[in-house]
């Protein structure tokens, strides 16, 4: 290098299908990087037409769309060297895929050379064999007397090309333009494989992520700068918009801009609320609600919920039933004056009586009282005498919910976790019914560390003690526990992982040390309950593994586990 290379990292939360206002957002983030006197801009993977963006990608006139507005983009850059990540047409359209998944070097207004992601990922959330045609060749190009390599998210997971051919052709610098989704840890996995990457090629490597929520996806930034000795020279903060300026290589032994990277259960925490923010701005929400029953889950989620759109834009619904406690109720009503949410107040004891009334005899008990034989019941159908009137409680709180988001055009927030829509404990077109689960990801073993969490940072009680320590329950029968049915969460959670995460096997799992009944009744449920999840409202991941896009699995299944 003569002389080291300013870059600027821009950071930037875009959104999907939205070409016109994404260029917008593109054009004043390259102003913003001119007025750092950065000589190299780089943005993020598919930033143009937001990531992922499905089979908007197979629509020919999408893709056209990409390639005016990133020529359109390069009519306003000078001298500095700008990428762009876009959705760019395949030439000749002799593919069914009608797009490579590109990064566009703009430069003295026009678009200088183009890069196509040589390796397309398939496995997990991703689907970019479906969408893209990929490249094959490494590209540098040369920037203010440096020579940059261009890569764009997954061909640098891998050793090998095109990164190692480009550090061998003297590339000093490795742009990697990134759409990489966040999972719990993922960020120090990342920087891990970079810091392997640049040791082995002896060069820096800039690594600039997207940021923000997409439906189900949550993508957290935490962009970076990388010496050849593997040592992270400037880091951007996780889950905000940021552009990352860094010069390379550092003109003094002070390293650059360099954010913390969060504590474990704080970027857990700022995660779901950026993916609950984003799903509720981006589609036109400006108010949520949710049942709140003073239980853990629905804690957690007005938790959520006032710090992702604020206390006035937050709505809790408190529905007791004859089966409601007086310390639920209690903590429900304190949990909301505390997060200054708005309470109200929907008693079902009457709804449920009419239910009641109504289904007498078809339940098999005649409205006038008379002795009836009950009707036939069907083999295949739980046999427990009380469990459709418990879920006719839930039906009951589902329909007033979306009654209410019908008539005021709230978002209605499910509350069901992790562990319950596992097993199924949870009601179709009850406490299933709303249009985002924002903990459907968060084990309930999580589900308390983030409660509590959320306590500490606060510095008092947001969630009371009682809540805490209260043994966990549905309150839809007297004295129910949620133990009566499952595991203790603990156990349950330790298998859940195992099962679903890492899909493993029953000799696996006893061999670990779980107990061969647990593990065979915690299988049974989650495979009989695909159907449920199937039904149910998208939701933030955070783990390796969520349910939806990540864990596909058919419904009318026999393999048992």
């Known amino acids: 290098m003569e002389a080291p290379l300013r870059v600027a990292l821009a950071q930037i939360d875009p959104t999907v299908g939205d070409i016109g206002g994404n260029a917008a957002k593109i054009a004043a983030w390259i102003g913003r990087a001119r007025g750092a006197g950065a000589d190299l801009a780089i943005f993020p993977e598919l930033c143009l037409s937001g990531y992922p963006a499905e089979d908007l990608y197979l629509k020919r006139h999408f893709v056209e769309a990409n390639r005016r507005s990133v020529e359109e983009l390069a009519r306003g850059v000078g001298e500095m060297v700008v990428l762009v990540g876009f959705a760019e047409p395949v030439a000749g359209g002799g593919d069914l895929r009608h797009a490579h998944n590109s990064l566009a070097v703009l430069a003295g207004g026009e678009v200088r050379a183009v890069y196509r992601k040589n390796r397309l990922p398939n496995y997990a959330v991703f689907d970019e064999q479906r969408y893209f045609a990929p490249g094959t060749a490494p590209e540098t190009i040369e920037v203010a007397g440096t020579r940059v390599g261009l890569t764009i998210c997954e061909d640098c997971w891998a050793p090998g090309p095109p990164a190692s051919t480009e550090a061998a052709a003297g590339a000093e610098l490795i742009a990697n333009s990134s759409g990489s989704p966040y999972h719990r840890g993922k960020g120090r996995q990342r920087e891990a494989m970079f810091a392997e990457r640049a040791r082995a090629y002896g060069t820096h490597f800039a690594f600039c992520n997207l940021v923000g929520g997409q439906d189900e996806l949550v993508f957290d930034g935490h962009s970076f700068v990388i010496d050849p000795s593997g040592e992270v020279v400037a880091r951007a903060a996780q889950f905000e918009e940021e552009l990352l300026i860094c010069e390379v290589p550092s003109p003094s032994p002070a390293p650059g801009p360099l954010a913390e990277?969060?504590?474990?259960?704080?970027?857990?925490?700022?995660?779901?609320?950026?993916?609950?923010?984003?799903?509720?701005?981006?589609?036109?929400?400006?108010?949520?609600?949710?049942?709140?029953?003073?239980?853990?889950?629905?804690?957690?989620?007005?938790?959520?919920?006032?710090?992702?759109?604020?206390?006035?834009?937050?709505?809790?619904?408190?529905?007791?039933?004859?089966?409601?406690?007086?310390?639920?109720?209690?903590?429900?009503?304190?949990?909301?004056?505390?997060?200054?949410?708005?309470?109200?107040?929907?008693?079902?004891?009457?709804?449920?009586?009419?239910?009641?009334?109504?289904?007498?005899?078809?339940?098999?008990?005649?409205?006038?009282?008379?002795?009836?034989?009950?009707?036939?019941?069907d083999p295949t159908r739980p046999s427990e005498p009380d469990l459709a009137a418990e879920n006719i409680q839930a039906r009951i709180r589902g329909n007033l919910m979306m009654a209410l988001s019908n008539k005021h055009g709230w978002l209605v927030l499910t509350t069901g976790n992790k562990s319950e829509m596992s097993v199924g404990y949870a009601t179709l077109y009850g406490d299933m019914a709303g249009g985002f689960a924002a903990i459907k990801d968060v084990p309930k073993t999580l589900v308390y560390e983030l409660a509590r969490h959320r306590n500490e940072v606060a510095g008092h009680e947001l969630v009371p003690a009682s809540v805490l320590e209260r043994a966990p329950s549905a309150e839809l029968r007297p004295d129910q526990?949620?133990?009566?049915?499952?595991?203790?969460?603990?156990?349950?959670?330790?298998?859940?992982?195992?099962?679903?995460?890492?899909?493993?096997?029953?000799?696996?799992?006893?061999?670990?040390?779980?107990?061969?009944?647990?593990?065979?009744?915690?299988?049974?449920?989650?495979?009989?309950?695909?159907?449920?999840?199937?039904?149910?409202?998208?939701?933030?991941?955070?783990?390796?593994?969520?349910?939806?896009?990540?864990?596909?699995?058919?419904?009318?299944?026999?393999?048992?586990?």
């Open 261 to 377: 990277p969060l504590p474990d259960l704080a970027e857990v925490y700022a995660a779901l609320v950026l993916g609950l923010r984003d799903y509720a701005g981006k589609n036109g929400f400006r108010h949520v609600g949710l049942a709140l029953s003073g239980g853990i889950d629905s804690a957690l989620v007005a938790l959520l919920a006032v710090d992702a759109v604020g206390p006035e834009q937050v709505s809790c619904v408190v529905m007791p039933s004859p089966y409601s406690s007086p310390g639920t109720q209690g903590d429900a009503r304190t949990i909301a004056a505390n997060l200054g949410a708005e309470t109200i107040e929907i008693p079902i004891a009457a709804a449920m009586a009419e239910y009641e009334s109504a289904l007498a005899e078809s339940f098999g008990a005649p409205a006038d009282g008379s002795e009836a034989e009950p009707l036939p019941r």
């Open 481 to 561: 526990l949620d133990s009566d049915s499952l595991p203790p969460y603990e156990l349950l959670d330790r298998v859940l992982e195992a099962y679903v995460e890492r899909d493993e096997g029953r000799e696996e799992m006893i061999a670990a040390g779980m107990p061969a009944e647990v593990v065979d009744e915690v299988v049974r449920m989650v495979d009989r309950s695909e159907y449920k999840r199937r039904q149910a409202a998208p939701g933030i991941r955070i783990t390796p593994k969520a349910f939806g896009r990540d864990r596909r699995l058919p419904i009318t299944n026999r393999f048992g586990g």
